[in-house]
Each structure stands twice: as structure tokens, then as C-alpha cells.
């Protein structure tokens, strides 16, 4: 996707704070960090949204949840660390490519905006 800032980012078309990534999977800082560890976790594959998601992603999907796991107990935060995936515009997705949020390094509230 040309004009997609995540497949810009994962072609180092556009700079990002890197810290993890394998064939299919990228892990990068958010640049407007809503708790001291911010990283979103992208499939290289462009995928919209969850709602676009198909069953052959199934691996791939998993794949995000344990590349956070990972840089949790890199960053840390395994005490207490929250995964988001905004999907829609309803629930604050801007960013049209997948992309699982790992926050941590403060409390969370319940339930959450
Ligand atoms: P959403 O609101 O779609 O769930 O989350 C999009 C996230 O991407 C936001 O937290 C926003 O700060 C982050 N973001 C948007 N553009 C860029 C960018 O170019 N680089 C990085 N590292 N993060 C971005
Ligand atoms: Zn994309």
C-alpha cells in the first residue's frame, strides 16, 4: 500500500524507533505515547483492520499477541500491561493497518474511554 504509514515504515520509507522484527512482524515506539511503554506491533502483510481480517491471518494475529509478550518482559512491564486494537473509527482507529497497542509502566482503569 503506497500511501499506508505503516508499510512505509516497514519499507524505511518513513524513520521509526524499531525495536523488534521478524519475517512477518514489526515492533516499533508510538510517536505520541499514552504510557511510558508505547509500541505497536504490525503484521508486515498490509491488513486494514480486525474487521478485515480473514481466517488465513489466524497465525499471523497470534503472532502480534506474542511479539508483545516478548517486549513486555523486555520492557519490563509484565506486572500489568494492556493490548489494544482500535478497530473502526467508532473506536479511535486512525491508522488503517492493523496494529496491536502494548501499553505499560502505569496503572490502567477499568473499563476503559
Ligand atoms: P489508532 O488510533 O489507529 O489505534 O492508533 C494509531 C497510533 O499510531 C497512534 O497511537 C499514533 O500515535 C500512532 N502513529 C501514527 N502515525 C505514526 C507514525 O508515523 N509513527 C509512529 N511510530 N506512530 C504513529
Ligand atoms: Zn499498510
Not at 49 to 75: F, K
Request: charged residues 20%; aromatic residues 4%; proline residues 6%.
Amino acid at each position: 500500500m503506497d500511501n499506508c504509514i505503516f508499510c512505509r515504515i516497514i519499507r524505511r520509507e518513513s524513520p521509526a524507533r524499531v525495536l523488534k522484527e521478524d519475517d512477518e512482524v514489526l515492533a516499533f515506539r508510538d510517536t505520541n505515547p499514552q504510557a511510558p511503554t508505547h509500541v505497536l506491533v504490525i503484521p508486515k502483510a498490509h491488513i486494514a483492520s480486525v474487521d478485515a481480517a480473514r481466517p488465513e491471518h489466524q497465525a499471523l494475529l497470534g503472532q502480534l499477541v506474542l511479539m508483545a509478550q516478548s517486549i513486555a518482559r523486555e520492557e519490563k512491564i509484565v506486572s500489568g500491561y494492556r493490548l489494544v486494537l482500535n478497530n473502526g473509527r467508532g473506536a479511535g482507529q486512525t491508522v488503517h493497518h492493523i496494529h496491536l497497542h502494548l501499553l505499560g509502566g502505569r496503572g490502567f482503569g477499568w473499563p476503559p474511554g
